[in-house]
C-alpha cells in the first residue's frame, strides 16, 4: 500500500507558476511510477506528466509539454510537478498517483486526494 498526499496548489495568474509537490508513504517509493492527473470541472480526469521509477523517461500530454516539469527524489519518497507559463485551461484539481511497473499514462493503483490549481485570466 502507498499513501499520497499532494501540496502546493493555489490561485495564480495567467503566466505565473506553481510546484506541486506528493508525498509518498508505504512501500518503497523508488520502485514506483508516478504520475500526475488532472480534473477540471465537467471533464474526464487526464493524464498530465508521468516519470518512472528511476526518474529515466517522463511522459507529458501535449497540452503542457515545454511549460511543465516532472521530477522526483526517491532519497525524500516525494514527486514534483513544476508548473510554468500557467493558462486558464490549467485550472483544475490535480491528483498524483503511483503504479508498480508498466507503462506510464494509464493503470494506476494509488490515488492521493487531490490540490486545487486555478489560473485567472
Given at each position: 500500500q502507498v499513501q499520497l498526499v499532494e501540496s502546493g496548489g493555489g490561485k495564480v495568474q495567467a503566466g505565473g507558476s506553481l510546484r506541486l509537490s506528493c508525498a509518498?508513504?508505504?512501500?518503497?517509493?523508488?520502485?514506483?511510477?508516478?504520475?500526475?492527473?488532472?480534473?477540471?470541472?465537467?471533464?474526464?480526469?487526464?493524464?498530465?506528466?508521468?516519470?518512472?521509477?528511476?526518474?529515466?523517461?517522463?511522459?507529458?500530454?501535449?497540452?503542457?509539454?515545454?511549460?511543465?516539469?516532472?521530477?522526483?527524489?526517491?532519497?525524500?519518497?516525494?514527486?514534483?510537478?513544476?508548473?510554468?507559463?500557467?493558462?486558464?485551461?490549467?485550472?483544475?484539481?490535480y491528483y498524483c498517483a503511483a503504479k508498480l511497473g508498466g507503462g506510464l499514462v494509464y493503470d494506476y493503483n494509488y490515488w492521493g486526494q487531490g490540490t486545487q490549481v486555478t489560473v485567472s485570466s
Amino acid at each position: 500500500q502507498v499513501q499520497l498526499v499532494e501540496s502546493g496548489g493555489g490561485k495564480v495568474q495567467a503566466g505565473g507558476s506553481l510546484r506541486l509537490s506528493c508525498a509518498a508513504s508505504g512501500r518503497t517509493f523508488s520502485g514506483y511510477n508516478m504520475g500526475w492527473f488532472r480534473q477540471a470541472p465537467g471533464k474526464e480526469r487526464e493524464s498530465v506528466a508521468a516519470i518512472i521509477w528511476g526518474g529515466s523517461s517522463t511522459y507529458y500530454a501535449n497540452s503542457v509539454k515545454g511549460r511543465f516539469t516532472i521530477s522526483r527524489d526517491n532519497a525524500k519518497n516525494t514527486v514534483y510537478l513544476q508548473m510554468n507559463s500557467l493558462k486558464p485551461e490549467d485550472t483544475a484539481v490535480y491528483y498524483c498517483a503511483a503504479k508498480l511497473g508498466g507503462g506510464l499514462v494509464y493503470d494506476y493503483n494509488y490515488w492521493g486526494q487531490g490540490t486545487q490549481v486555478t489560473v485567472s485570466s
